[in-house]
């Protein structure tokens, strides 16, 4: 599941791992025709999110090699390719990473001081579609906006009397002394970081340099990776040119004593402040480089002449985040979770469809994205460029972390949040199907509203395809300590549960391929 780091600052919204044998990419063909076993689904997790994969970061060797076993499988499933190219959809990308001009300096004194990009500080390049660029170039004397609250207990306002335009304003996500326990973790939220953000940008800094605190540095360490080593789809766009950019340079950090971002005193010294004498300036160069990914496509064929034609379609994402800086001794996030259960439940899912001996009349498009970890990449360009019609696809079924946390608990997201109750007559196939299971799930549909904190509904694949007017249903099982760490390996997924929700997506995608009807 993609961590929303811009989408929600802007738009509000090493322990060893323990030795494991993977088994051959063959072995879990062997499976009994017809059933979905947490056998087989053990052995693919093993092989796909194995330390040889390298944690499948788009771009990368890794994730050429978790490509070639989705291919390997299908093609020995004999399922119908779905690509461009066979099985594959070529997606044109673009790698970015920072140039050797890149340079972020505070001066004070005649000496300037390097502040570290990575670990001290990151830069937010791209906000993401539909939102203009940012300045790549920022200078001015810093303005420390302390908390950036105006509040009555303890009494604050933080921003009053503060000259902040043309200046490079440096702001902490946090609280102050004397807040509650309950104030301070609304403050320290992702969700108030665009807060903040809202209240400087009209008086129209040079940059704004937001320090995060409490659980916001789990978001700064896994942008970092993310910014580093950045992926964007291929345009022929022309690049913006500084001067037309009217956004300012937006960084995130985490505070620490000593830094010539904050005062002298700080923490004891929290108050606003001009940091007379010191000097800001930081000029970001990147180099980007084309390549090309793939989404992995394969269709079960309906035996209908008519609906044979139309489909609906599962996803699942085979990409991770790669290799986790400043780890001793495991430094692969090997991304077991998310998603090596959805992409191995879409495989168990193909393989029982492919062999049942009746085939419903719609057709099963299955789509394995690219991309989707590096901003839902891979799913929009498939809906964009899709290879059947758009409006073929009558569902479109997600599964993204499917194998942890209590075994009967099911997130479902998409029947109440999908715009104009497009999605709601596929929730009721799903509660009806649900209901049939023994035991059912317990589904938990508080993550169902566009307007949660989390936005979990704008976070996985399925959203590019209910922007089309696609009924969509999101199947996860939720978020856990290990979510975009070395933690999170197939040894900790609960292969039973990741059976029964294989199943129940399996039973809902039957339901929908039966009924004359599309479910709208």
């Given at each position: 599941?993609?961590?929303?780091?811009?989408?929600?600052?802007?738009?509000?919204?090493?322990?060893?791992?323990?030795?494991?044998?993977?088994?051959?990419?063959?072995?879990?063909?062997?499976a009994p025709v017809g059933a979905v076993t947490a056998e087989e689904l053990r052995r693919d997790?093993?092989?796909?999110?194995?330390?040889?994969?390298?944690?499948?970061?788009?771009?990368?060797?890794?994730?050429?090699?978790?490509?070639?076993?989705?291919?390997?499988?299908?093609?020995?499933?004999?399922?119908?390719?779905?690509?461009?190219?066979?099985?594959?959809?070529?997606?044109?990308?673009?790698?970015?990473?920072?140039?050797?001009?890149?340079?972020?300096?505070?001066?004070?004194?005649?000496?300037?001081?390097?502040?570290?990009?990575?670990?001290?500080?990151?830069?937010?390049?791209?906000?993401?579609?539909?939102?203009?660029?940012?300045?790549?170039?920022?200078?001015?004397?810093?303005?420390?906006?302390?908390?950036?609250?105006?509040?009555?207990?303890?009494?604050?306002?933080?921003?009053?009397?503060?000259?902040?335009?043309?200046?490079?304003?440096?702001?902490?996500?946090?609280?102050?002394?004397?807040?509650?326990?309950?104030?301070?973790?609304?403050?320290?939220?992702?969700?108030?970081?665009?807060?903040?953000?809202?209240?400087?940008?009209?008086?129209?800094?040079?940059?704004?340099?937001?320090?995060?605190?409490?659980?916001?540095?789990?978001?700064?360490?896994?942008?970092?990776?993310?910014?580093?080593?950045?992926?964007?789809?291929?345009?022929?766009?022309?690049?913006?040119?500084?001067?037309?950019?009217?956004?300012?340079?937006?960084?995130?950090?985490?505070?620490?004593?000593?830094?010539?971002?904050?005062?002298?005193?700080?923490?004891?010294?929290?108050?606003?402040?001009?940091?007379?004498?010191?000097?800001?300036?930081?000029?970001?160069?990147?180099?980007?480089?084309?390549?090309?990914?793939?989404?992995?496509?394969?269709?079960?064929?309906?035996?209908?002449?008519?609906?044979?034609?139309?489909?609906?379609?599962?996803?699942?994402?085979?990409?991770?985040?790669?290799?986790?800086?400043?780890?001793?001794?495991?430094?692969?996030?090997?991304?077991?979770?998310?998603?090596?259960?959805?992409?191995?439940?879409?495989?168990?899912?193909?393989?029982?469809?492919?062999?049942?001996?009746?085939?419903?009349?719609?057709?099963?498009?299955?789509?394995?994205?690219?991309?989707?970890?590096?901003?839902?990449?891979?799913?929009?360009?498939?809906?964009?460029?899709?290879?059947?019609?758009?409006?073929?696809?009558?569902?479109?079924?997600?599964?993204?972390?499917?194998?942890?946390?209590?075994?009967?608990?099911?997130?479902?997201?998409?029947?109440?949040?999908?715009?104009?109750?497009?999605?709601?007559?596929?929730?009721?196939?799903?509660?009806?199907?649900?209901?049939?299971?023994?035991?059912?799930?317990?589904?938990?549909?508080?993550?169902?509203?566009?307007?949660?904190?989390?936005?979990?509904?704008?976070?996985?694949?399925?959203?590019?395809?209910?922007?089309?007017?696609?009924?969509?249903?999101?199947?996860?099982?939720?978020?856990?300590?290990?979510?975009?760490?070395?933690?999170?390996?197939?040894?900790?997924?609960?292969?039973?549960?990741?059976?029964?929700?294989?199943?129940?997506?399996?039973?809902?995608?039957?339901?929908?391929?039966?009924?004359?009807?599309?479910?709208?």
């Amino acid at each position: 599941m993609r961590r929303s780091v811009v989408a929600l600052v802007l738009l509000g919204a090493g322990c060893a791992a323990p030795p494991r044998t993977a088994p051959s990419p063959a072995a879990a063909v062997q499976a009994p025709v017809g059933a979905v076993t947490a056998e087989e689904l053990r052995r693919d997790v093993y092989a796909f999110a194995d330390d040889s994969m390298r944690g499948r970061e788009t771009g990368t060797e890794g994730a050429a090699r978790a490509m070639r076993f989705l291919v390997d499988r299908l093609q020995r499933l004999d399922l119908e390719p779905a690509g461009d190219s066979g099985f594959l959809q070529r997606v044109p990308m673009q790698l970015e990473v920072f140039g050797p001009g890149t340079r972020v300096v505070v001066e004070e004194g005649g000496t300037a001081r390097p502040v570290k990009i990575g670990t001290e500080v990151i830069p937010l390049l791209n906000l993401g579609a539909g939102v203009p660029p940012t300045k790549r170039v920022a200078e001015g004397e810093i303005v420390f906006a302390g908390y950036g609250l105006t509040m009555a207990n303890p009494k604050r306002d933080d921003l009053a009397g503060l000259s902040l335009a043309g200046k490079v304003v440096v702001v902490i996500n946090g609280a102050p002394a004397g807040v509650d326990s309950a104030k301070r973790v609304e403050l320290e939220a992702q969700a108030a970081i665009s807060q903040r953000i809202a209240q400087i940008l009209p008086q129209r800094p040079a940059a704004i340099i937001v320090l995060l605190t409490g659980k916001g540095t789990e978001l700064f360490e896994a942008a970092g990776p993310s910014v580093e080593r950045a992926v964007t789809l291929r345009t022929n766009a022309r690049e913006i040119p500084e001067s037309e950019r009217q956004i300012p340079l937006i960084m995130l950090g985490v505070p620490a004593v000593g830094s010539p971002l904050l005062p002298t005193g700080w923490p004891a010294d929290d108050k606003p402040q001009t940091l007379t004498g010191r000097r800001f300036s930081a000029r970001i160069e990147q180099v980007k480089t084309d390549f090309t990914g793939y989404n992995v496509a394969a269709i079960v064929r309906g035996s209908d002449p008519a609906l044979r034609s139309t489909y609906v379609a599962f996803g699942a994402h085979y990409d991770h985040v790669g290799i986790i800086r400043g780890t001793a001794s495991d430094s692969i996030a090997n991304g077991a979770d998310d998603d090596a259960s959805g992409s191995m439940a879409l495989l168990a899912a193909a393989r029982v469809m492919q062999q049942a001996p009746v085939k419903p009349p719609r057709s099963t498009l299955f789509v394995w994205h690219t991309g989707e970890e590096k901003g839902l990449l891979g799913s929009s360009w498939f809906t964009d460029h899709p290879t059947v019609p758009i409006d073929s696809i009558v569902a479109q079924i997600n599964a993204d972390m499917i194998g942890r946390n209590a075994d009967s608990l099911l997130y479902v997201v998409g029947p109440i949040a999908a715009p104009n109750n497009q999605s709601k007559r596929l929730g009721a196939i799903v509660d009806s199907v649900n209901a049939t299971l023994t035991p059912p799930f317990a589904f938990n549909r508080e993550w169902d509203n566009p307007q949660h904190p989390e936005h979990i509904y704008e976070r996985s694949d399925h959203f590019n395809y209910a922007k089309k007017g696609i009924p969509i249903v999101f199947f996860t099982s939720g978020l856990h300590d290990d979510y975009h760490k070395v933690g999170d390996e197939p040894s900790k997924i609960d292969y039973p549960k990741m059976a029964r929700v294989t199943r129940l997506m399996v039973e809902v995608g039957r339901a929908v391929a039966n009924s004359p009807q599309r479910p709208r």
